[in-house]
């Protein structure tokens, strides 16, 4: 298991990944889950993955055989965020439709999804979620961010927080806590945890984190924040067991 998200505002672009692709009690593996594709001055291309690793592994060395061969259509030469979803959505179905029926034949699930993010100069930063079958979704002003993987933990932070308005370092930090906040309560979500954030119009990513196990400013941040969720857990008032509700009885109806 995994988790990745994203983070679209008016600001620019978060991208959050663990790396975490197998968890036991004896057994811990891992992979990088978040990627650059990025022509600097031109277009930004972020691409997380989460879900069958053989899949997803595949779509990241077709979308990099196509750069090194110089495809006349890869990530460099589509017009717009829009078409490149389109052209990692057909990687994907592509190579999904290939392998899933002999994985099937060993219960293997070939599931997995990718959150897509990246601004193209002329073009809005855009931020897609692309599933299994190769359709896509993208985040709007309502909801700035797109979750893959285990993404239950992670999620109430991010509904409570983010708006289009929100600054980029407070998005960042967010993002952060969410995937801290997860690797608290599942196992199979751990370091390293990488963390990149894009400047609207900037063309390039000039802030890049990558944070491993035992690394003191993870720890930091994940004692501040146990302790101001302890702080206003305390300052909450009790329950006042004497309260009545105003609606009598009668009022209330049952399904």
């Given at each position: 298991m995994t988790y990745c998200l994203?983070?679209?505002?008016?600001?620019?672009?978060?991208?959050?990944?663990?790396?975490?692709?197998?968890?036991?009690?004896?057994?811990?593996?891992?992979?990088?889950?978040?990627?650059?594709?990025?022509?600097?001055?031109?277009?930004?291309?972020?691409?997380?993955?989460?879900?069958?690793?053989?899949?997803?592994?595949?779509?990241?060395?077709?979308?990099?055989?196509?750069?090194?061969?110089?495809?006349?259509?890869?990530?460099?030469?589509?017009?717009?965020?829009?078409?490149?979803?389109?052209?990692?959505?057909?990687?994907?179905?592509?190579?999904?439709?290939?392998?899933?029926?002999?994985?099937?034949?060993d219960g293997i699930d070939a599931q997995c999804s990718l959150i897509l993010g990246g601004q193209i100069r002329g073009h809005e930063p855009a931020l897609f979620l692309i599933y299994s079958q190769g359709n896509f979704i993208h985040a709007t002003?309502?909801?700035?961010?797109?979750?893959?993987?285990?993404?239950?933990?992670?999620?109430?932070?991010?509904?409570?927080?983010?708006t289009c308005n929100t600054p980029l370092e407070s998005a960042a930090k967010c993002a952060l806590l969410s995937i801290d906040s997860t690797m608290k309560s599942n196992i199979s979500v751990g370091p390293p945890i990488d963390l990149m954030m894009y400047e609207k119009d900037s063309f390039e990513i000039q802030h890049r984190l990558r944070?491993?196990?035992?690394?003191s400013y993870l720890a930091?941040?994940?004692?501040?924040?146990?302790?101001?969720?302890?702080?206003?857990?305390n300052y909450i008032p009790n329950i006042d067991w004497q309260h009545r509700d105003d609606a009598s009885s009668e009022d209330i109806l049952i399904d």
């Open positions: 994203g983070i679209i505002t008016d600001y620019g672009l978060v991208m959050a990944a663990d790396s975490r692709t197998n968890a036991g009690v004896d057994y811990i593996s891992t992979y990088r889950k978040l990627f650059e594709f990025s022509n600097p001055g031109e277009r930004v291309i972020l691409l997380c993955t989460a879900g069958n690793l053989s899949v997803t592994q595949s779509v990241i060395t077709e979308i990099e055989k196509d750069l090194k061969v110089q495809e006349e259509i890869n990530l460099y030469t589509l017009p717009s965020m829009y078409e490149v979803a389109r052209y990692i959505g057909e990687k994907l179905r592509r190579i999904k439709n290939i392998d899933e029926q002999e994985l099937q034949k002003q309502d909801t700035p961010f797109l979750q893959i993987g285990e993404t239950k933990y992670g999620k109430p932070i991010l509904d409570r927080t983010l944070l491993r196990l035992g690394d930091k941040i994940r004692k501040l924040w146990e302790e101001s969720l302890k702080h206003a857990f």
